[in-house]
């Protein structure tokens, strides 16, 4: 893991009151999960601050409990929840919480740091000590790969951040890097450290038995019955995640013989699916081959999203995680498969390449070069499966990094 780079001079004084800004604690994307983790982080991690949550629905409360494990939920009785009351319009519940509710709570509370978890920070907050964690460039580097309500969104965010004199904390050096090239005066106010393994899946993947696991098992692998080894994609879709080209390179794999096991896509809405989804699983067959019972030829199963139990067990059970995606800020789907030990083929030069040293193999876009290897880690699977045993599993707790964000705020100038 990287260590925390950051050029502020240390006070060692404590933020006495700390708000945090976790709008978007309630996203089924990464952006949620890193607000998640970060409020949980921090509840652990505290220990004579007074921390307040800000959130916009109040289920949102119950998200947080639950991605903690039980040793973790008696540390979030230390936090103090907010919920702001406003209808949810689009565009306009954000702006009117964010931009006049969070103030006026911030000025009422008279807090003395505030923490935005995701791009971004209060316009009118006239406390000193403001970070905002930066989860990506992609608004401003690669904006025709965002939706337009969240380039709207976040590339002001950005911009604001930048300007305000804020800190400004970036999920991996290369989002770090990205943020430099376009605003190169920042950069004795950035730090990068990369964000914790969702407690949950921390304890399951620290369990070298799945017979507790099998027997939590709910919701849609029940409909996931092949015995096959696979091949697993997670996350949400888009042009960026570039699933496409996985699904092309794996159909070539199989139909020349080179690759006898199924894709798994999970994460997504279905966008691979046929007639006979039943609920969320679609299967896409791609023909019996001689010898292979017909109901067991290798096939890609687009299985939606699943919990955490469900996705721990497909982690461990992979023969490989695969993540093409043309950008990522960081990439929890290849931290949580390194963590179950199962190896991950990702694009060259991403920010995912970060995450360990070994257990990870990289590639380029072109669909021969994908191909080509692909091919070469399935064959490689045994060495990488000992590289990916060796991640440092303790530096990704989210202890560790509510400590490291703490440790940021107690170093800002006051």
């Not at 040793?71 to 006049?100: A, K």
């Not at 005066?185 to 507790?212: C, F, I, K, Q």
């Not at 045994?382 to 991640?391: F, K, M, T, V």
Request: net charge neutral.
């Amino acid at each position: 893991m990287l260590p925390v780079q950051c050029n502020l001079q240390a006070r060692y004084n404590h933020c006495v009151k700390l708000g945090i800004g976790a709008l978007a604690a309630g996203n089924r994307s990464g952006l949620g999960r890193l607000c998640r983790n970060a409020v949980i982080g921090l509840a652990a991690a505290a220990t004579d601050e007074e921390l307040h949550v800000f959130l916009r629905d109040r289920l949102e409360i119950e998200q947080i409990r639950e991605e903690a494990t039980p040793r973790l939920r008696s540390s979030l009785d230390r936090l103090q929840f907010h919920v702001g009351d406003f209808p949810r319009i689009p565009f306009l519940q954000r702006y009117f919480l964010e931009q006049q509710w969070i103030p006026q709570m911030v000025e009422k509370l008279d807090l003395d740091a505030y923490l935005g978890c995701d791009f971004t920070l209060p316009r009118s907050l006239s406390i000193p000590r403001r970070l905002a964690i930066l989860p990506d460039m992609l608004p401003l580097t690669r904006p025709e790969t965002v939706s337009l309500p969240a380039r709207l969104l976040y590339s002001n965010a950005i911009r604001f951040a930048v300007s305000s004199g804020a800190g400004l904390l970036c999920i991996s050096e290369a989002t770090r890097r990205a943020l430099l090239e376009m605003f190169p005066a920042v950069e004795g106010r950035t730090a990068a450290v990369l964000p914790p393994l969702s407690p949950m899946l921390w304890t399951y993947a620290g369990r070298r038995e799945s017979h507790d696991l099998q027997l939590q098992i709910q919701g849609s692998l029940h409909m996931f019955a092949s015995q096959r080894p696979y091949i697993l994609a997670v996350g949400i879709r888009g042009p960026r995640k570039n699933i496409e080209l996985l699904v092309r390179v794996y159909r070539e794999l199989v139909l020349s013989g080179d690759y006898s096991g199924s894709l798994v896509l999970t994460g997504g809405g279905g966008e691979f699916h046929t007639a006979n989804s039943e609920p969320k699983l679609a299967v896409v067959g791609l023909g019996a081959k001689q010898g292979i019972p017909t109901g067991d030829a290798p096939a890609i199963y687009d299985i939606g999203r699943v919990n955490d139990f469900d996705l721990s067990r497909l982690y461990r059970s992979a023969d490989l995680l695969v993540n093409l995606s043309m950008e990522e800020g960081f990439g929890y789907p290849v931290l949580e498969a390194l963590a179950h030990g199962t190896p991950a083929l990702i694009t060259r030069g991403s920010a995912m390449a970060e995450i360990a040293s070994g257990g990870i193999a990289q590639t380029g876009l072109d669909p021969a070069e994908c191909r080509v290897k692909l091919l070469s880690t399935l064959n490689a699977l045994p060495l990488l499966r000992r590289e990916a045993a060796d991640l440092d599993l303790a530096s990704y707790s989210v202890e560790e990094y509510g400590r490291r964000i703490l440790e940021l705020l107690d170093a800002m100038e006051t």
